[in-house]
């Protein structure tokens, strides 16, 4: 059915008030009430983008005019957790790991980290960071710290998986970059095999056998290296070690399956 101009002009000054209304929350609700208004074709789909085509929010600057008109957010706080903290540091500027949902999740997951939450469901709009934060950077985190934990990554297609794979790996090596750089270290410790590549390359079609047997024979001609940053993530003397976009292993064991 054909909606008039002005019917369609006035279906959108209505959201656009309940979204500053509730504050860019509420989503549900602002569906509910649009349709308890008169308009029963309204989906709150059409706020989110959809493949190349930006929802109402992004189209019509929403987003845009409703942060303008909060006060500025307050960046000097404490870190909540040391997971809090290495975040910011990992990430490129514009990341604001301090918005009030994000902290909220970084608390929730505080939680699965200390083991006092064994299952957890995520329910957020797109574009609100949860990939960013827990898919990529939460796994980084929890295999520095526990390197011989298993992951399992699904997606609804292998691409994607793939793609959040590297972001963990990527992630891992902006953190040794950044410790290389504090230590004053040259990145490859003058071995003959880089042990970034352990962590950042995407090999998926090259011989991981062969690069891991090399980076051994080269290491021991120089006698056995003390432990570093890095040495629990990337051991070269491991032979035959895993490292593709769809599956890379860890120096003792652990790793990510993406599928």
């Given at each position: 059915?054909?909606?008039?101009?002005?019917?369609?002009?006035?279906?959108?000054?209505?959201?656009?008030?309940?979204?500053?209304?509730?504050?860019g929350r509420e989503h549900s609700r602002i569906?509910?009430?649009?349709?308890?208004?008169?308009?029963?074709?309204?989906?709150?789909?059409?706020?989110?983008?959809?493949?190349?085509?930006?929802?109402?929010?992004?189209?019509?600057?929403?987003?845009?005019?409703?942060?303008?008109?909060?006060?500025?957010?307050?960046?000097?706080?404490?870190?909540?957790?040391?997971?809090?903290?290495?975040?910011?540091?990992?990430?490129?500027?514009?990341?604001?790991?301090?918005?009030?949902?994000?902290?909220?999740?970084?608390?929730?997951?505080?939680?699965?980290?200390?083991?006092?939450?064994?299952?957890?469901?995520?329910?957020?709009?797109?574009?609100?960071?949860?990939?960013?934060?827990?898919?990529?950077?939460?796994?980084?985190?929890?295999?520095?710290?526990?390197?011989?934990?298993?992951?399992?990554?699904?997606?609804?297609?292998?691409?994607?998986?793939?793609?959040?794979?590297?972001?963990?790996?990527?992630?891992?090596?902006?953190?040794?970059?950044?410790?290389?750089?504090?230590?004053?270290?040259?990145?490859?410790?003058?071995?003959?095999?880089?042990?970034?590549?352990?962590?950042?390359?995407?090999?998926?079609?090259?011989?991981?056998?062969?690069?891991?047997?090399?980076?051994?024979?080269?290491?021991?001609?120089?006698?056995?290296?003390?432990?570093?940053?890095?040495?629990?993530?990337?051991?070269?003397?491991?032979?035959?070690?895993?490292?593709?976009?769809?599956?890379?292993?860890?120096?003792?064991?652990?790793?990510?399956?993406?599928?």
């Open positions: 059915m054909e909606r008039s101009q002005e019917y369609l002009q006035s279906r959108l000054q209505t959201c656009q008030r309940l979204f500053f209304e509730y504050k569906e509910r009430e649009m349709r308890s208004l008169g308009f029963t074709d309204f989906n709150r789909r059409c706020l989110y983008p959809r493949g190349l085509n930006p929802g109402w929010i992004e189209r019509y600057g929403w987003d845009r005019e409703l942060l303008s008109k909060l006060p500025p957010a307050d960046n000097s706080h404490e870190p909540l957790n040391a997971f809090h903290a290495w975040i910011k540091k990992v990430s490129p500027p514009m990341f604001d790991w301090d918005a009030p949902h994000l902290k909220l999740l970084i608390k929730t997951l505080q939680l699965v980290t200390e083991g006092k939450i064994k299952r957890l469901m995520i329910f957020m709009p797109p574009r609100h960071g949860k990939s960013e934060l827990v898919t990529m950077r939460y796994t980084a985190w929890r295999l520095l710290m526990e390197p011989a934990l298993k992951v399992i990554l699904a997606s609804y297609n292998q691409h994607l998986a793939n793609r959040f794979s590297r972001g963990i790996r990527n992630t891992l090596a902006e953190h040794f970059s950044q410790t290389r750089r504090t230590a004053g270290t040259p990145a490859c410790h003058g071995c003959g095999s880089s042990q970034d590549q352990d962590v950042d390359s995407d090999n998926s079609t090259g011989s991981d056998t062969g690069r891991a047997s090399a980076a051994s024979g080269g290491m021991a001609g120089k006698g056995a290296r003390g432990p570093t940053d890095d040495e629990p993530l990337s051991n070269p003397f491991r032979s035959g070690i895993i490292n593709s976009a769809a599956e890379w292993e860890t120096g003792q064991g652990g790793g990510v399956k993406a599928v």
